[in-house]
């Protein structure tokens, strides 16, 4: 977020922000009803959970469907739909209380269609009702409204009832999304699991990632998934949806198990990359762990070296690649304020001040730079191993196979924590490979490369890991290409 301005006013003089307002596209809705009527065509009711200007269902009203629309707030009149003023989360938690033990809601909708709200007044309406909604929300926690309304959704429908949400597509892979990804594979069969391009909403001044699920509520109707991959543009995207470009593949091929109990929805990942998941990761062969949170950065790290300030300290290399210089200097008396000072904390001390990997924690590329003897860091992951190891594995955190292992399959989001980095899978190579990657590494760090000329290194990197892994052409263009285009493919 952060790319447009804050307040952004709709028509009606209310802000588009307040109310996360954003319209969905009528080929989309088009789609998620005629799919969900191809699955089911025999369906009477449906319901829309935050109607809007009633965007998503107008096919159902062609088709003879009869519509419920909630929303808390009326957008105006309402020809196609029963409109009930409502707060949907107010009206899920109102059917759950008072049910007996392994009771389900099971509303008698056939049909739910939904663009849940995001990036709106959640802040204060979770800060606000903090307390209940931990009570409703148990299992999957309180983080945003689209989570809520999906876990909501599911929970209300009764079995074979179909859903189809467009929302935010965090919940795929972040870590918190863990226990909503459980109730969705334990509770629902997926039909379709399709990420929308990054511009989708950008005409409405939103930068949000998206993606197009078809659930039905019930293992017993699962078959294989139709899948695709985010397309460049809202034209592509309609295109492959008219054209039914999709990628049919088996429930296990999209999801990643990436340690006990977690796992993340990944999407048309070829399979030769899917092997690569059985070699060790990180965490098993290397210590990758976090350091230092000041709980003040202005106040104990100077920008410039100076009396008491003279501990190199890094906290995210962000683009540069190999080679960073250290972020600012940390106060010499780190350790006694460890002791002192409550939020002031020194994780893994022993690791402090050894050499080592220091890796990016926000923004979009991956990468890693060296971490030289002496230095500090902060809660961005830092890699440690054997001395004999640091170059080799610096060339290939840096490759472009593992920038698409991290953003394309790990994790979509901006920020990179350690828990991630440790998900990386370590191939097995000759000593011949790690050798020519070490010089590689060693002369882009003594060269101290700036972000732009890393990219020749990479590319050094790239080849040799290719023909070593001996991949497919076609996963080979589709690694480099993901890694060229984050901002599209990400
Ligand atoms: C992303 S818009 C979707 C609008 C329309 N259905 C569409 O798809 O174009 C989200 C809608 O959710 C409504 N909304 C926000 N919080 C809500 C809540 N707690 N309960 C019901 N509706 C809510 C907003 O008023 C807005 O109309």
Redesign the pocket.
């Known amino acids: 977020m952060g790319r447009f301005e804050k307040t952004i006013v709709i028509e009606n003089g209310l802000d588009r922000r307040e109310?996360?307002?954003?319209?969905?596209p009528n080929f989309i809705s088009t789609f998620m009803t005629k799919k969900m009527l191809n699955i089911n065509p025999n369906g009477k009711t449906a319901l829309?959970?935050?109607?809007?200007?009633e965007?998503?269902i107008k096919e159902f009203y062609d088709s003879n469907i009869e519509i419920d629309g909630?929303?808390?707030?009326n957008?105006g009149d309402h020809f196609y739909c029963n409109f009930i003023e409502d707060?949907?989360?107010d009206f899920y938690k109102r059917n759950k209380i008072g049910l007996i033990f392994d009771q389900k809601i099971n509303l008698e909708y056939d049909y739910y269609i939904a663009?849940?709200?995001y990036n709106?007044h959640e802040v204060d309406y979770i800060k606000n009702n903090k307390k209940e909604l931990n009570n409703v929300f148990e299992s999957i926690g309180v983080h945003n409204?689209y989570s809520m309304f999906i876990s909501a959704i599911i929970d209300s429908a009764k079995d074979g009832a179909l859903i189809a949400i467009i929302s935010a597509d965090s919940f795929l892979t972040a870590r918190m999304h863990n226990p909503l990804r459980k109730q969705i594979l334990e509770e629902c069969s997926i039909h379709y699991l399709i990420l929308c391009p990054t511009s989708l909403f950008w005409e409405q001044k939103a930068d949000v990632r998206t993606c197009i699920m078809i659930l039905q509520k019930g293992k017993k109707y699962q078959k294989k998934v139709k899948t695709l991959n985010r397309p460049k543009n809202k034209e592509d995207l309609k295109n492959k949806l008219e054209e039914e470009a999709f990628i049919e593949t088996e429930l296990e091929n999209i999801v990643s198990v990436s340690g006990e109990k977690q796992f993340e929805f990944v999407i048309d990942i070829p399979s030769e990359i899917q092997d690569l998941f059985k070699s060790p990761r990180i965490g098993e062969k290397f210590k990758c762990i976090t350091g230092i949170s000041t709980g003040s950065d202005s106040k104990y790290i100077s920008k410039e070296k100076k009396e008491g300030f003279e501990i190199p300290f890094y906290k995210n290399p962000g683009t540069r690649k190999f080679f960073c210089e250290q972020d600012g200097y940390l106060t010499n008396e780190y350790l006694k304020f460890d002791k002192e000072i409550k939020n002031f904390m020194v994780r893994n001390k022993s690791y402090m001040l050894q050499e080592g990997i220091t890796c990016s924690s926000m923004g979009l590329p991956f990468s890693a730079c060296y971490l030289p003897k002496g230095s500090t860091y902060g809660v961005n992951a830092n890699i440690f191993c054997d001395k004999k190891d640091i170059w080799w594995l610096l060339a290939y955190l840096n490759s472009s196979l593992v920038t698409y292992i991290v953003r394309g399959v790990l994790i979509r989001s901006n920020m990179v924590t350690s828990g991630y980095v440790s998900k990386i899978p370590v191939i097995e190579l000759s000593k011949k490979v790690k050798d020519s990657l070490e010089l590689i590494a060693k002369e882009a760090y003594n060269k101290k490369v700036e972000p732009k000329e890393a990219c020749s290194y990479v590319k050094k990197i790239d080849e040799i890991l290719f023909r070593e892994l001996d991949l497919s052409k076609e996963t080979e263009t589709d690694i480099s290409h993901f890694a060229s285009n984050l901002q599209t493919r990400v």
């Open positions: 109310l996360g307002y954003y319209s969905t829309d959970p935050c109607v809007g200007k965007e998503m909630i929303d808390i707030h957008h707060d949907f989360i663009n849940p709200p709106c409204m």
